[in-house]
């Protein structure tokens, strides 16, 4: 606690000793659980947020495909009759779950939790999990494999040492006369926003949090070059960037016994990462409206006041051939991709006026999300006993369940040979061919199809 200051911050130091036995650690959290009796409005952003159910209303109601999701049978109001409650349903991403919290009727105070960084994390940006849910309860997440599956969990083997500061966060308390919430919400995220400024703190004493005169930066411009789309070097407009632990292309989506650092592109490219923790790192991006993602080559290693200036980064995205059908929006996400009521026997179906039958076409597939489930890709031909191409079992990330529009993300490129196409109408057939539970299955971020490179291009 600081003096004059309206509210306490937490943090926690977890630790594994060199030669210590193996550890699996699934999440990390701090749960608030408040008075029933005070709190009954939740405040999560702008546009959720309202007087919410009690647990006893979920108590009396009947249980769904799993337990979290509850049909509300007899709640005390009528207003909530029939509504399914889920604490799923109030999921943020790691960049948009800043605060959140609840308001109590009397008297009128604010309980929130800020988080200024998502730097302990790990997953990125747009790794959503938990924030406020009926109860009433409050988490402060530091880390979980929710939306990710059970390969983000932490797993220290062979004696490994390791060890990470998780937060702090801060946890807010205001309160107001008035009879209207908006006020108290209005002012937890201006103390959000001064929280967020004064990140890193410097009042932390332990040696394992360093302050911003032991951190660095990195500048650079992020450039895409994608000669089928524009044959000049186009800006990379609101890019993601990042920097997570050396690992393989994209693996910073399932790493979190690092830190990681992110930020987005400016209208012209430009990005800068500040208050970076000294270590070594790769350079992370993703483009909105590209598919793929963009590793830089060299490690960067971050020294305690580095002021890095990479200059002029280019990425080039996945890409054999000119475009001759798309669906969807390379954003990492399935929202376009919503249907209320699906039509199995309805299908899209391509016009190819001239197949170049020694050429190689290929499909691009970018996935939102999977869950146990297997994609089977045939060509003009639905009953072909087997299919031309198949993803195999893919996915644990259950963003489904979650009420999620996307988990981890996953691209694939498959060759289609031209003998395979015919002149005129041709139909490709993609099937989730997995069952056995109904939350089994994908959701599609965007689909290609290319033809054969041009000469000329």
Same mark, same amino acid.
């Given at each position: ?182 006020t108290l919400w209005a002012d937890a995220k201006k ?206 990330? /259950?963003? !489904? ?5 996307? $988990?981890?993300?996953? %691209?694939? &490129?498959?060759?289609?040979?031209? @003998?395979? +196409?015919?002149?005129?109408? /041709?139909? !490709? ?5 997995? $069952?056995?539970?109904? %939350?089994? &299955?994908?959701?599609?971020?965007? @689909?290609? +199809?290319?033809g054969p490179p041009l000469a000329k291009c």
């Open positions: 606690m600081l003096r004059g200051v309206s509210g306490f911050y937490s943090y926690g130091i977890m630790e594994h000793l060199e030669g210590w036995p193996d550890l699996n650690i699934d999440e990390a959290r701090i749960a608030f659980k408040l008075n029933k009796d005070k709190f009954h409005y939740m405040a999560i952003s702008d546009d959720r947020q309202r007087i919410m159910p009690t647990d006893h209303d979920r108590t009396t109601g009947r249980t769904l495909e799993y337990k979290e999701a509850i049909l509300l049978t007899n709640p005390h109001s009528p207003t909530f009759k029939h509504e399914v409650d889920d604490k799923y349903q109030y999921s943020c991403d790691n960049k948009d779950n800043l605060v959140h919290g609840w308001i109590s009727t009397n008297p009128r105070v604010g309980f929130w939790i800020i988080t200024p960084s998502y730097e302990f994390r790990g997953g990125g940006p747009i790794k959503p999990d938990l924030t406020s849910h009926v109860g009433p309860t409050s988490l402060a997440i530091f880390f979980s494999s929710h939306y990710a599956g059970p390969n983000f969990r932490i797993a220290l083997r062979d004696g490994e040492p390791w060890k990470k500061v998780l937060g702090p966060v801060f946890i807010y308390l205001n309160s107001d006369l008035g009879n209207t919430p908006s103390q959000m926003i001064i929280e967020t400024k004064k990140w890193p703190y410097d009042f932390p004493l332990s040696k394992d949090f360093p302050h911003a005169k032991q951190r660095g930066a990195i500048s650079g411009r992020l450039l895409v070059f994608d000669k089928y789309n524009n044959k000049e070097l186009m800006l990379a407009k609101s890019a993601y960037v990042g920097l997570a632990a050396p690992e393989n292309l994209g693996s910073w989506q399932e790493e979190t016994k690092g830190y990681q650092f992110w930020t987005q592109t400016d209208e012209m490219g430009y990005f800068t990462i500040r208050n970076v923790r000294a270590s070594t790192y790769n350079l992370n991006a993703w483009v909105m409206g590209f598919i793929g993602d963009y590793k830089y080559n060299i490690d960067i290693v971050i020294k305690p006041g580095s002021q890095i200036q990479l200059g002029d980064l280019v990425y080039k995205p996945p890409r054999n051939g000119p475009t001759l059908w798309e669906i969807g929006v390379p954003d990492r996400t399935a929202a376009e991709f919503y249907v209320p009521d699906p039509a199995p026997g309805l299908m899209t179906q391509l016009s190819i006026k001239h197949v170049e039958k020694t050429g190689s076409y290929t499909l691009r597939l970018a996935l939102a999300s999977a869950t146990y489930s297997e994609i089977q890709v045939r060509i003009n031909n639905s009953n072909a006993p087997r299919p031309d191409f198949t993803t195999k079992r893919i996915g644990k990330d /259950n963003a !489904i369940a979650r009420h999620g529009i996307h $988990g981890l993300y996953l %691209l694939y &490129g498959i060759n289609i040979r031209g @003998i395979q +196409l015919v002149n005129g109408t /041709n139909t !490709i057939y993609l099937k989730q061919s997995r $069952g056995g539970r109904p %939350l089994i &299955g994908v959701m599609y971020d965007y @689909i290609r +199809l290319e």
